[in-house]
């Protein structure tokens, strides 16, 4: 017997920087949470699954009409005709609190209550699912906590929208441990709320299925869901099935020995065409970073947009992929030998060199960061969208790291400054 696993599927949620220049297929990349929505049922009638899960945020928030709506209805609709039954709970994006519109629900699926823990029995399956949704968009109490125990003998499930003991770049919601999950004695935990996929446990299964379909440059590869083989009321395997529509790629362009723009772009060309060469025929959604100390850093710079339509005009030429932003972050090469040879730079390098070397000085500034690190909530993410580890801010390592970078930057912006 085969159950899918899936969660986040952000219906008609925009895919960050949708730029819509000549020739992007704007309306490719905009349909592709439904896309990955009717790849995920297709693959529920394909796998010939007796049951599908979804752990929360179906929806990105309260939708623009009822097209929305419709739309996760008539998926649903498919899967009812294919007689697959479905458990649903509400997560942060989709809380009750949240949405404003409702539409009634085919009679194969079965959304658990908010406002305690719900057990659905399927006793031809011999099987019970044991979730509740979220009533409001910030729960912070451990909702797990008062699931019943398991003790049915049935093979249990607990479906639930949670970051568990903390995840990098999610939201605290729902928090639970792992000890108390395994202590409830069920047999698969089918979580949701963190994008990237993760087996969290195996003994009991804790899984995070990661979003159907990636919706920003930082959620790259291959997105989808999970499928779990069941026999004799035991888990013969956990497996990741690829369904989104539209893949995000990083391409980071290393331009340090790269002479001149036009070899910077043939490098970018080389990189789409590896991309695009990837099996599954996907839409390439493409972050491209072009950095390091470069020669070619003043030719660059003189026209950056003429450089980023360049760049588009290749991802055109490749075809299946859009360009979603080109970073130029490249920097004029330094001599920082020669550079320290200055009156001024010579006394401040010394400065950095000995702050660097002292750790009892560098202790004495920690402190100081003790407030920022309280301030900065957990989803807290850099100016490029990536996730900050925050307890790592203001500590002597992370210090001596700034320390290192501190004269570079010094020299970089006198550089800039005279040139
Ligand atoms: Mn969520």
Known sequence: MKILHAADLHVDSPLGGLTAYEGAPVDEIRGATRRATENLVQAAIDHDVRLVLVAGDIFDGDWRDYSTGLFWNEQLGRLRDAE??????????????EISRNLHLPPNVTQLSESRPETKVFDDLEIAVVGQGYAQRAVTADLAQGFPESD??????GLLHTSLDGRVGHSSYAPCSVEVLRSKGYDYWALGHVHR???VHTDPWIVFPGNLQGRKSIETGAKGASILTVASGEIVEVQHLELDDVR????????????????????????????????????A??????????????????????????????????GRSWVEKVKVETSRPLDLA?????????VLAQRIDDLRSDAEMLAVYEPLFVDIRKKIGADARTGDDAPISTGQIGTAEHLAECLDASLEMVVALLAEERA
Do not use: M, Y
């Not at 697959?84 to 609190?97: C, K, Q, R, T, W």
């Open 197 to 199: 996929r993760e087996e």
């Open 285 to 318: 959604a493409i972050r491209v970073v072009v950095s390091g100390a470069s020669p070619a850093h003043d030719e660059l710079w003189k026209d950056p947009h003429g450089f980023e339509a360049d760049v588009r005009s290749l991802a055109i030429q490749t």
């Open 338 to 346: 020669k550079a320290r040879e200055d009156d001024v730079i010579g």
């Open 248 to 283: 995000w790629h990083r391409c980071e362009v290393d331009a340090g020995d790269l002479a001149s723009a036009d070899d910077i772009r043939s490098a970018i060309a080389d990189r789409f065409s590896s991309i695009t060469s990837e099996p599954g025929r996907r839409l």
């Open 84 to 97: 697959i039954p479905v458990v649903s709970v509400a997560g942060n994006h989709d809380a009750a609190s």
């Open 152 to 157: 049915s003998g049935l093979f249990t499930i």
